[in-house]
């Protein structure tokens, strides 16, 4: 008794040798002679229907000398079948046919190359005095990394081209993004301003692996010829070694240009309050990584090192005597 098989999810790209014995149990049991299992040097096979081929390909294919299937590198994916007979070989009239059926399918295609590019935000820059090296797009600057089938991308990974550069005010120079570095810089000079930048990277060896992003660049203002842009600066390490433990906020002492001094709020990532202070000052009203805002978390443990949100309210007044409500917001990375 011949029985029917069946082989299913053969990968036809790659072929293979020894899919399986027509002979043995293939979801229907074994071949069998006199009610026991049968073995190739008792009967003859042949093959009495072959498989088709697709499109001249070629086509799984069962050895008579052995009962092996094999199916070629290189077969279309699709159902197959075979048709043989076993007959035996001390009574060549004793004889049984079974259907072979192969399924044949494409190899898996490849993962899927992911680049993403994050959009960027830089904030109070003092365009006066300008910043060559105001930071990296490619780096975190409040949107996390850019990255690469999951990975933080490097620049020799890609090629960076700008699409939509920085728009002047008045014809003064602009913000630019480095296409050989993903460097940010910012000229001496720059009128204050919020510029826009939407650049895109595309993965070297995979060109059409592609994402775009914008960058914000925010050039603080100098209010008056005698005025300090007040700038944030946005990582502080409040570890006990002396270096870098507090905040520090430059041009935020009270002076002719915001009288009032300078309101800051500090929430952590979940909006939680953790700092306030209506006056912040540099070396006696500092956030020094503790929390200090009308909040349940406790005031004597040091905050966790991770990304923080800022919130600056303060007055100020211009040239021409003018009195102006500002507010600036952005990011501080606390680092332990």
């Known amino acids: ?18 899919a399986g014995n027509v002979l043995n149990n293939n979801g229907n049991g074994n071949d069998t002679l006199n009610g026991t299992n049968v073995t190739i040097d008792q009967v003859n096979l042949t093959v009495t229907t072959p498989a088709t081929s697709i499109g001249g390909a070629p086509v799984p294919a069962i050895s008579t000398a052995t009962g092996q299937i094999s199916v070629p590198v290189g077969t279309p994916a699709g159902t197959y079948t075979i048709v ?19 399924t044949v399918t494409a190899p898996a295609p490849p993962p899927t190359l992911v680049i993403i590019a994050q959009d960027d935000k830089f904030i109070d820059i003092d365009g006066a005095n300008g910043n060559a090296n105001a930071g990296n797009v490619l780096n975190n600057n409040g949107n996390g990394n850019d990255t690469l089938n999951g990975t933080n991308v490097t620049i020799d990974q890609v090629n960076l081209t700008v699409t939509t550069p ?26 204050a301003g919020t510029y826009t930048i939407v650049y895109s990277i595309c993965e070297k060896l995979n060109p059409t692996n592609c994402d775009s992003a914008t960058v914000i660049i925010e050039v603080a203002t100098v209010l008056g010829a005698e005025c300090q842009a007040i700038v944030v600066h946005n990582a502080f390490t409040p570890n006990g070694d002396g270096t870098n433990e507090k905040l520090v906020i430059d041009g935020v002492a009270p002076n002719d240009c915001h009288p009032s001094g300078v309101a800051v709020e500090i929430y952590n990532r979940w909006g939680v309050l953790v700092f306030e202070t209506d006056r912040y000052n540099n070396d006696t009203n500092a956030f020094e990584g503790y929390s200090k805002g009308r909040t349940t978390i406790s005031k004597s443990d040091g905050l966790p090192t991770g990304t923080y949100f800022y919130i600056l309210n303060y007055k100020s007044v211009d040239s021409n005597g003018n009195v102006q409500v500002k507010k600036q917001d952005g990011f501080i990375y606390l680092s332990r």
């Open 1 to 18: 008794m011949a029985q029917d098989d069946k082989f299913i999810d053969i990968d036809g790209a790659n072929g293979n040798a020894n």
């Open 84 to 102: 043989y007979s076993i007959c035996e070989k001390l009574n060549p009239t004793n004889c049984d046919s079974g259907t072979v059926t192969i």
């Open 166 to 191: 920085a728009a002047t005010i008045g014809g003064a120079p602009v913000p630019v993004i480095s296409t050989s570095t993903g460097q940010v810089s910012i000229p001496a000079g720059t009128t």
